[in-house]
């Protein structure tokens, strides 16, 4: 099983940019695609951005244009760069890997993730 850790979380003014980072030891080497979920207080978990390992990326509509995801193979890291950001992006994010359940050599658990602030 994959560990993540995500950090970068922060708290910024509307407008402002953050970028978050995510560890996963091992997922490059297998060969694993990953993504950003949030959270927001008191709603459900939503997917926000996948990466796939050969670099092909998808976002949700809220936030294409403002947040672009990238990785770094060598570290087994990815990013998600956040610009412009707005109030209704305060939530806590999570990083994980893409895996069809917890028998996929892909497969990681949840992580703390990182809280992001968005002040107006």
């Known amino acids: 099983q994959i560990q993540v850790v995500e950090s970068g979380g922060g708290s910024v003014q509307a407008g402002g940019s953050l970028r978050l980072s995510c560890t996963a030891p091992?997922?490059?080497?297998?060969?694993?695609?990953m993504r950003w979920y949030r959270q927001a207080a008191g709603k459900q978990r939503e997917w926000v951005s996948d990466?796939?390992?050969?670099?092909?990326?998808t976002y949700e509509d809220s936030v294409k244009g403002r947040f672009t995801i990238s990785a770094d193979k060598v570290r087994d890291r990815i990013y998600l760069q956040m610009s412009t950001l707005k109030p209704e992006d305060t939530a806590t994010y999570f990083c994980?890997?893409?895996?069809?359940?917890?028998?996929?050599?892909?497969?990681?658990?949840w992580g703390q993730g990182t809280q992001v602030t968005v002040a107006s």
């Open positions: 994980r890997t893409r895996a069809y359940g917890p028998y996929d050599h892909c497969y990681s658990d």
């Open positions: 990466i796939l390992i050969d670099g092909s990326t």
């Open positions: 091992g997922a490059t080497s297998r060969g694993c695609g």
